[in-house]
């Protein structure tokens, strides 16, 4: 016996829960002069990412660097070689491990924009 269920309607739900979130803070929080002024009358954000308003281009981003590790497989080195012959005189080979993989540990430093460095 199978049940019917009708299908989740999630982007009302999340729109109606974000509603309510943002009219509770707003009307909780009074509201200034200056944090209106961040935002354009179409509601875009056009604080520091467009510069200080006054004309100046945005300060240029200083990378902050963390040191971050990760590990990594290296792959056994193999090599193909004759260890015989057979009946007819046909070389055989086999493929030998010379040097079995192994995991190593690679360190990098990352920055909060994304961009990474050796």
């Known amino acids: 016996m199978t ?18 979130v943002a009219f509770a803070v707003a009307a909780a929080a009074p509201v200034e002069a200056a944090a209106l002024a961040t935002f354009t009358i179409s509601g875009t954000f056009s604080g ?10 945005a300060p240029a981003h200083t990378h ?11 792959p056994p080195e193999k090599q193909t070689v004759q ?19 192994y995991w190593r540990t690679v360190a990098f430093f990352r920055c909060s924009c994304g961009q990474t460095k050796s």
């Open 64 to 74: 902050t660097w963390v040191k971050q590790s990760q590990k990594e497989w290296v």
């Open 48 to 57: 520091a990412a467009l510069g200080t308003g006054d004309g100046k281009p």
């Open 3 to 20: 049940f019917h269920r009708p299908p989740l309607r999630t982007i009302p739900r999340v729109a109606r829960a974000f509603a309510v």
């Open 83 to 101: 260890v015989g012959v057979d009946a007819k005189g046909k070389p055989v080979y086999e493929t030998k491990i010379v040097k079995p993989g």
